[in-house]
């Protein structure tokens, strides 16, 4: 059983930085990918980033490629998004999550945090 909880969002202007924090619980958090997802009003809940439970490899969404950097601590039981040069198209939840399934897709993913807002203004 893994919990995690997202933290770190909140309202920036378009051009700037923001890092979003997954901070989860359970002895065996090395052993899943961790995926980072967003969900804006209206639309279905969308790939981001993802970093394999050896932090060895990474996946990146097209649309934050060069943007957005997934990063793990498996020492500390964290994994973090780094996000620069933010688009209002960025605005939107962000979810983390753990699985052991296909990185890039929801189904892929077992446990869910409850979600961070992030606000990009023009």
């Known amino acids: 059983q893994v919990q995690l909880v997202e933290s770190g969002g909140g309202l920036v202007q378009a051009g700037g930085s923001l890092r979003l924090s997954c901070a989860a619980s359970?002895?065996?958090?090395?052993?899943?990918?961790i995926g980072w997802f967003r969900q804006a009003p209206g639309k279905e809940r969308e790939f981001v980033a993802a970093?394999?439970?050896?932090?060895?490899?990474?996946y990146y969404a097209d649309s934050v490629k060069g943007r957005f950097t997934v990063s793990r601590d498996n020492a500390k039981n964290t994994a973090a998004l780094q996000m620069n040069s933010l688009k209002p198209e960025d605005t939107a939840v962000y979810y983390c999550?753990?699985?052991?399934?296909?990185?890039?897709?929801?189904?892929?993913?077992?446990?869910w945090g409850q979600g961070t807002q992030v606000t990009v203004s023009s």
């Open positions: 359970g002895r065996t958090f090395s052993s899943y990918t």
């Open positions: 999550a753990a699985g052991s399934g296909l990185p890039t897709v929801v189904r892929g993913y077992v446990y």
């Open positions: 970093i394999m439970w050896g932090g060895g490899g990474t």
